[in-house]
């Protein structure tokens, strides 16, 4: 109840741009599906834009055409769900002295799609399941710190 007044508090002055944080926390699946209509038709008939931050990406897969995804607080992938973009994505984490040639080696045999060498991380669309990938690497002797695979599953669907 907190939430849907909060929203509308925020609605009152009819903003072109509205920022929401987690806008569906602690509601009912039922009142999620009314806050996230009630979003989506704004959008619509008021020509405004939302910015949405949610760790529940199932929620605004409804009402959403753009995610940008961010790991400890930097930007690790923008997607376009007007595509319709609903891949297995693997995330590796090597050490730096391996990064290099482990950078080569999916370079050549995956979709490599982010590098962060700071980090060590290695984003790679990957339609086949981590142990390939796992055992591919075990047998060039690279061993990841951390490998991690994840479902892109947010489709946006209103600008942003």
């Given amino acids: ?21 987690e806008p569906t926390n602690g509601m009912d699946p039922d009142g999620s599906i009314d806050v996230l209509t009630t979003i989506k ?3 619509n008939e008021l020509d405004m ?12 897969e409804l009402i959403c055409d753009r995610a940008v995804f961010l790991r400890d ?3 690790v992938q923008d997607v376009n769900m007007e ?29 490599l ?3 962060d060498k700071a980090d060590g991380h290695l984003m790679i ?20 710190k951390y490998i991690e695979t994840r479902k892109v599953h947010c489709v946006i669907r209103t600008s942003i």
């Fill in 41 to 43: 038709s704004l959008v």
């Fill in 113 to 115: 799609q982010n590098v």
């Fill in 49 to 60: 834009r939302i910015l949405i931050s949610s760790h529940k990406l199932e929620d605004i």
């Fill in 73 to 75: 607080g930097h930007f």
């Fill in 1 to 21: 109840m907190k939430q849907k007044l909060a929203i509308a508090v925020s609605l009152m002055n009819k903003p072109k741009f509205l920022i929401l944080d």
């Fill in 83 to 111: 595509e319709g973009v609903a891949s297995d994505t693997t995330i590796v984490t090597v050490d730096h002295k391996d990064f290099d040639r482990t950078e080569k080696y999916l370079a050549e045999h995956f979709q």
């Fill in 125 to 144: 669309n990957a339609q086949k399941n981590y142990q390939v990938i796992l055992k591919a690497l075990s047998e060039l002797d690279i061993y990841p």
